[in-house]
């Protein structure tokens, strides 16, 4: 290589340099996590530490005083299922969905929680019942069934009209999914979601919270709701057990208008837990408005991914025959 083509090859590694630095930093934005606000790994530990492994399946609550210790319910352990799959836990996982397959395969889908993967449940919510399906190793089996008489106030609970939103959303009709999302989302008063619920008891349910993250990113993030969702997520980045890595369920604002989340208020439990971490942390909302799951910006990403590729190949064809290119530009002149 001459000495007169020195100065091009300098310009062209600059240029590859460059590229390769905003490449790297655009695509670590675009592929950020705005809505990581909790610590992912403690969550995942505390659900896998809910494993009972005589029975295959995950134990509901934490606490040994809480009523709910000694059950296992079956529909906390399909959002548990998919939860541990986001966490990693792609074995423990594909051991609890066998157990659900193949002992209780029947009660699986029961009009609510199924939702989140992408099956309908009905227009019309349903008044819903605990069954007890036996006992093993101490350890009561709850399926969680709707019964035939239809909810008539399931527009009164935020939890309820989320649900509902993303089954219109799975059915195609993005209309009502907007409205319904419209109404659960008046229930936010700032701390939480005041509907019928809460104004029988005057706690907070977390596991809305997570509801109202999952129902905003199906339906494309629409801006008005922006600064809820920010206000969600603030809220949320609060709800973790600092002891056992779980979600607390339930929280209270105290007369100074501070958010509490105690054990004293609330236990953690493996269905919160899940909830909020297919909330935050999996691809399940995008895959419901058929977008592509793994980058939640893919043309902009691939534009970028082009760019870099033609622009890289440019500058190898100069520093590899700087003569054809100085000829090139001398052309143009």
Not at 68 to 94: I, P, Q, T, W
Not at 162 to 177: D, K, T, V
Not at 210 to 223: H, I, K, N
Not at 291 to 302: H, I, Q, S, V
Request: charge should be positive; glycine fraction near 8%; aromatic fraction near 12%.
């Amino acid at each position: 290589m001459s000495d007169s083509s020195m100065p091009l090859v300098k310009v062209g590694m600059g240029l590859l340099l460059l590229i390769a630095l905003g490449a790297t930093l655009f695509s670590s934005f675009i592929l950020s996590n705005p809505y990581d606000v909790l610590g992912l790994r403690k969550v995942c530990a505390f659900l896998k530490g809910q494993y009972i492994p005589d029975v295959g399946l995950l134990r509901a609550s934490f606490k040994p005083s809480n009523g709910d210790y000694g059950k296992v319910y079956l529909s906390d352990n399909l959002l548990g299922y998919m939860a541990l799959r986001v966490c990693g836990f792609n074995k423990l996982a594909e051991s609890i969905h066998k157990t659900l397959l193949t002992g209780y395969g029947n009660y699986l889908y029961t009009g609510r929680w199924e939702v989140l993967s992408g099956v309908k449940i009905g227009d019309n919510p349903r008044v819903r019942f605990d069954k007890v399906l036996g006992r093993r190793d101490n350890v009561t089996i709850v399926a969680e069934l709707q019964g035939n008489k239809v909810l008539s106030d399931w527009k009164e609970y935020a939890d309820w009209l989320f649900l509902e939103s993303l089954n219109s959303l799975i059915e195609g009709n993005i209309p009502r999914a907007r409205e319904l999302f419209r109404e659960g989302m008046a229930f936010f008063d700032g701390h939480g979601f005041a509907d019928k619920a809460y104004n029988k008891t005057r706690v907070y349910d977390t596991y809305k919270l997570g509801l109202a993250v999952f129902t905003y990113r199906a339906l494309s993030e629409p801006p008005k709701y922006e600064r809820k969702i920010k206000d969600i997520l603030h809220i949320l980045s609060e709800a973790q057990d600092p002891e056992s890595g779980g979600i607390f369920t339930n929280y209270k604002v105290d007369g100074g208008g501070k958010l509490v989340f105690s054990r004293d208020v609330s236990d953690v439990n493996v269905e919160t837990s899940s909830v909020i971490v297919l909330a935050l942390y999996s691809d399940l909302p995008e895959s419901l408005t058929q977008t592509m799951c793994t980058n939640r910006f893919p043309l902009t990403y691939y534009l970028l991914i082009l760019f870099a590729l033609t622009m890289a190949a440019l500058i190898v064809s100069i520093l590899l025959k700087p003569t054809l290119f100085k000829k090139a530009i001398s052309s143009l002149g």
